[in-house]
C-alpha cells in the first residue's frame, strides 16, 4: 500500500527571505507582492495535495478480502481526509490574508493595530496578531482550560 506526503506547511514552500532597503516602508508594494507569492504558493501546494489525495483514495479504494487490511485502509483513508480537512481551512485562511494583502491591511495586528513583522509573517504568512498578542492570547486560553 503506498503512502501520502505530509502535508504542506509553510516552511516548505522555498523562498528568499525579504530583505528590505534601508528606508523602506513597512508592508511596501514590494513587501505586500512577497507575501503574496508565498502564500499563492502554499494554496497551490494544498490544493495539488488535495487533488493527490483524491486520485490516491480511487486508486487504492479496492475491496480487500481481508477485514483487518480493509479497517487499516479505512482508518488510514479517515485520517487523510482528516489532515485534508484541516487544509481546507488554512486555504481559507490564506484566502483572508491574500485579501488583506490586496486592502493593504496586511502585516498588522488585529487586536493592537501594529506591525506583526517580517520575519514572523514569514515563518506563519497567515499570522493575524503580533506577537505579544499572540502569547497575551495563548495564556488566557490556558488559563480558561484549566479553570
Known amino acids: 500500500m503506498s503512502t501520502l506526503t505530509p502535508n504542506p ?48 483514495i480511487q ?38 490574508s491574500i485579501a488583506e494583502i490586496e486592502n493593504e491591511d496586511y502585516g498588522f495586528c488585529e487586536t493592537c493595530g501594529v506591525e506583526i513583522g517580517l520575519r514572523r509573517l514569514e515563518a506563519r504568512p497567515t499570522a493575524t496578531q503580533c506577537i505579544d498578542c499572540k502569547t497575551l492570547s495563548e495564556i488566557k486560553e490556558r488559563q480558561n482550560q484549566g479553570a
Not at 482508518?75 to 487523510?80: H, K, M, Q, S, V
Open 9 to 56: 506547511n509553510p516552511n516548505d514552500v522555498k523562498f528568499t527571505p525579504y530583505a528590505p532597503a534601508e528606508d523602506e516602508e513597512y508592508m511596501s508594494d514590494e513587501q505586500l507582492a512577497h507575501f503574496k507569492a508565498i502564500l499563492l504558493d502554499w494554496k497551490h501546494q494544498l490544493i495539488g495535495e488535495a487533488d493527490r489525495t483524491k486520485t490516491y
Open 59 to 96: 486508486d487504492e479504494s479496492s475491496a480487500m478480502p481481508d477485514i483487518n487490511d480493509r479497517a487499516t485502509q479505512e482508518e488510514e483513508f479517515a485520517l487523510t481526509l482528516r489532515t485534508r480537512d484541516r487544509e481546507r481551512k488554512l486555504i481559507r485562511k490564506i484566502d483572508k
